[in-house]
DNA sequence: GTCTATAAATAGATAGAC
DNA sequence: GTCTATCTATTTATAGAC
């Protein structure tokens, strides 16, 4: 019995991990529980005996997939490594995780309450992260906000001189200088 | 011929105002082209004597969208104007035209080419407009960041005075106190 | 717990009447 | 140009065998 829940729960986080992965990298909508799956080396079917619904997968994935993107970008030393650490083109290209902050902001806003805590439950670590560093509150929301947004809008971008104007541009922050 | 022409011209501009309008609302997985044409006053099968396929219309509905949103937010007099009309809780939310920049931020990422041109024109308008009012070119990328990004988070966030507070901190900037 | 098979619903795109 | 009807494909979720 003892066995069974943990080869269940090993089962489990292969799922949640694949699925932080593909949902970050394609969105929601274009990630099907049976990529998901694939991914993970099951088939279709043995999804529900370990969700209700694909939301609930996506409310996971989302706070694992955070957890996995941190252990990349956000446990650096400084503030200024950090930031710069997470506005790069490798970070924008599929290359290594992804944070869901930055790669699935517009697609949260459409899902259910569940998940939408989670991206907030999320959001106030990087924040609470930054402010650890010396940054008041309000800088460390706005340095936020360019490391999420300048990531988030270069994917959207189709030019790659602009994207690295971009990333550069929102490195360079004022309250960072003074510190 | 003169008149239907013109006919049909209005009758696809109010396909594409219905689109621009829906999908900033909802992305463009979550609405269907049944809804837009319902919306316009039409039904399905009449869609695709105006366009080949959805994506199309969406490339078009993106510049189309922000059109009508600059309209209502970028046309003030002064920078200071534009970003505070801009970073505003009723932009956020469902009233008036939505800016695609920030409402469709991470879902053009998914898209063709074509789309993420059309993102891309868009904002490098609204860039040229920071610039106008005396920006240097990295500040006016870092505040189109701040703006777009300020409210697509806030749209994700599950946290009303969580959301007041990152709008009006991204509004707070320094090279706009210098000018 | 995982599999195959299938149900049930949805949506993009096409065909043909008017 | 717009309509209704339909094709085709996809996908979430369920049922039942092992």
Redesign the pocket.
Known sequence: MAW??E??EK?RQRIVASAAKLFTQFGF??????EI?ADA??????????F????DLYAESIVAGAIMAAAQHIKEASVQDIVSGYLTKEHVAGTGQHCPLAFLTTDISQRDSQVRQAYTTVFNGLIKRLQKDGLHRSQAIKQAVLMIGGVAISRALDDNDLVEELLFACQQTEALDIL
Chains 1, 2 share one sequence.
Do not use: E, Q
């Open positions: 069974d829940n080869h269940k089962t909508d274009n990630i099907g529980i049976n799956m080396g099951l088939t279709r079917g043995a999804f529900y005996a370990h209700n619904t694909k939301s």
